[in-house]
């Protein structure tokens, strides 16, 4: 559904060109890490996607959140060298838009679905 769209493949490879931006090693000693910051930001955008269509049925909510379980491993497959390292501010934000964009094709799936 979302992992298989147009729409994905358009955002992997968009974070692809993106990807030296993970070179950079954060100086901060924060213990969150990339790992942390994506999961919560998936997570919390998900409920986001739940509390705006609250009528989903079970079975579909289940799919999307299966869909969302595709895209961290994605992204930990694709980041797998900056995976445990804490994020720098400007790798955050990278990683807020991004999962933005991620949020906006699941609320396309959604309006399909419906």
Request: hydrophobic share 45%; with cysteine; proline share 2%.
């Amino acid at each position: 559904m979302v992992v298989e769209s147009e729409g994905y493949h358009a955002l992997i490879e968009y974070f692809t060109e993106h990807l030296s931006l993970f070179e950079t090693v954060s100086s901060d000693v924060s213990t969150d890490t990339v790992e942390d910051v994506v999961t919560d930001m998936i997570a919390t955008n998900l409920m986001v996607v739940f509390s705006q269509n609250p009528d989903l049925e079970s079975d579909f909510r289940f799919m999307l959140m299966r869909e969302a379980d595709a895209v961290v491993d994605d992204l930990s497959e694709v980041l797998a060298g900056a995976w445990r390292r804490c994020p720098t501010n400007e790798q955050v934000t990278f990683l807020e838009d991004y999962i933005g964009l991620v949020k906006n094709l699941f609320d396309s799936a959604i309006g399909l679905h419906n």
